[in-house]
């Protein structure tokens, strides 16, 4: 059964920086890239981030240059750094492959970013 389970948000201040954590299980990790995605209330999933087998990142424009990508292979989790965090980085964000595995997506895990 794939799941991803994240977890780190809460509230930051504005200018504040946050890791947040997806452990990934269901999935032969190590050959596989994953993504970020994140959504706010009436919006669709966005993607934010990708890393690929080889922990190169690829960011979306909004947030690179602030947000930052690692992966962890023993212990199936990838990570992400964010920094210089603004009130429009308050989103739910959620863990997946590059092509998200619908049916699988899971909780989230909430960032506010206070202003």
């Known amino acids: 059964q794939v799941q991803f389970v994240e977890s780190g948000g809460g509230l930051v201040p504005a200018g504040g920086s946050r890791t947040l954590s997806c452990v990934v299980s269901?999935?032969?990790?190590?050959?596989?890239?994953f993504a970020w995605y994140r959504q706010t209330p009436g919006k669709q999933r966005d993607l934010v981030a990708t890393?690929?087998?080889?922990?190169?990142?690829n960011l979306a424009g909004a947030v690179k240059g602030r947000f930052t990508l690692s992966r962890d292979n023993a212990k199936n989790t990838i990570y992400l750094h964010m920094a210089s965090l603004k009130p429009e980085d308050t989103a739910g964000y959620y863990c997946n492959t590059p092509i998200p595995l619908v049916d699988y997506w899971g909780q989230g895990t909430q960032v506010i970013v206070s202003s």
């Open positions: 890393i690929n087998v080889t922990g190169i990142a």
């Open positions: 269901g999935i032969n990790f190590t050959p596989s890239a």
